[in-house]
Structures are given as structure tokens and as C-alpha cells.
């Protein structure tokens, strides 16, 4: 059986025997000794998005270690509140917290200012927040929520987001959208962070 391992752009949860091109976890363990989960969904603010592989490190996974986490691609991961961790991805999280700095016209953040603000951005209680946006607003990237689905920004088509890709393509829409990701992912995807999609988005 598929540990519940897999993020979705919405932050939640789920088994699937889809593969994920990323990793990533939140903070630390929280998985039971079982390898099932209980109510929590999160250690710390410390949301990362990994590589697969790194320095021929091998962890089993949700085994005594941090409760491991994967992604269809990177702005799934984006969308669930997950930055670029700084150890495995130094460059890209470099490049990320720099272009946060210019979104938002500060200083370059460390990753626990980033990290406070996020968590405040993804989650309203233990529930995915969602912010109301203008559609015509959104960069390529973002998420939002349409009929009980998840899709992405792409161009002036949204792609529909599924375990092992993205699927129907519709028109994007106008007006005010229920948006996924985090502002702050937003703003970072519309000053040009390049985040990476998996093949099926074309």
C-alpha cells in the first residue's frame, strides 16, 4: 500500500502510486511508528520542496527520520506552501528568496522570515487558506481552486492538475478566482522565479 506521502496543490495529503519528481517535507517527523498518519500534518513553519537525490544520501522512507513528502513538480509544491529548501537546492533557494526581496521591495529574507509568513499565508486553523484574486492578475504557476478541482496558470489556459499530471485544458477565466497558492509564492511566480513543471504541462 502507498504511504500518504503525496502533496497536492491544495496541501493535502494523499496515497497514490503516482510517482512525484520533488520531495520535501515540513519540519520534521509526524508520521506514527506505524507509518500512518494521525491528525498532524506538519512539525514546524518549515515547509521545503527537495531534490530526489542529493550527495547519495539514502533514508528510508517515514521510517526514524523526517516524515518525507513528494510532488508532481515544483508548482505544486509552490502552491502547498513549500519554499526551495537551502541544502540541497542552494542556488534555487538563493534565487527564490532574492526575488521575494523584489516582489516585495525588502531586504533579502532569511528562511524563518519567509517560513513565518507563509505559514500565516497557506493556513486558516489546520484548514488550506485561499485568497480571493483577479484571474487576469495570476502568473503562470499559480493555482486556484474551480468546481471542486485544482488548476494551473498557464498562459491563457488553465491546466488541470492530477496525480500523474496535468489533464483538461480550459480557458482561463475573469474576475475574481479562489487562488491556492500562497500570495507570497504569487508574487514571487509573477517577479519571475522560474519554477519548474512537470512534462505533462507542455
Not at 500570495?183 to 509573477?190: D, E, G, I, N, T
Request: glycine fraction near 8%; hydrophobic fraction near 40%.
Amino acid at each position: 500500500m502507498p504511504l500518504q506521502n503525496r502533496v497536492t496543490p491544495s496541501g493535502e495529503l494523499v496515497a497514490t502510486t503516482a510517482r512525484g519528481l520533488w520531495m520535501g517535507n515540513r519540519g520534521g517527523k509526524f508520521h506514527r511508528d506505524d507509518r500512518t498518519l494521525g491528525a498532524r500534518r506538519w512539525a514546524s513553519r518549515q515547509w521545503i520542496c527537495c531534490v530526489l537525490a542529493f550527495k547519495n544520501r539514502h533514508h528510508p522512507v517515514w521510517q526514524n527520520r523526517y516524515t518525507a513528502l513528494f510532488f508532481a513538480d515544483e508548482v505544486t509544491a509552490l502552491a502547498a506552501g513549500h519554499r526551495p529548501c537551502f541544502e540541497c537546492r542552494r542556488a534555487d533557494a538563493t534565487l527564490f528568496a532574492q526575488t521575494w526581496a523584489e516582489a516585495k521591495g525588502i531586504r533579502v529574507p532569511k528562511a524563518p522570515d519567509m517560513d513565518e509568513v507563509l505559514h500565516a499565508e497557506r493556513l486558516d486553523g489546520r484548514a488550506k487558506r485561499t485568497h480571493a484574486m483577479q484571474a487576469d492578475d495570476l502568473p503562470d504557476g499559480a493555482f486556484l481552486a474551480r468546481n471542486g478541482a485544482a488548476y494551473a496558470v498557464r498562459g491563457a489556459r488553465l491546466l488541470r492538475w492530477g496525480e500523474v499530471g496535468y489533464g483538461e485544458k480550459i480557458a482561463r477565466p475573469s474576475g475574481v478566482v479562489s487562488v491556492l497558492t500562497p500570495p507570497s509564492m504569487v508574487a514571487v511566480l509573477k517577479a519571475g522565479y522560474p519554477a519548474r513543471w512537470h512534462p505533462s504541462a507542455g
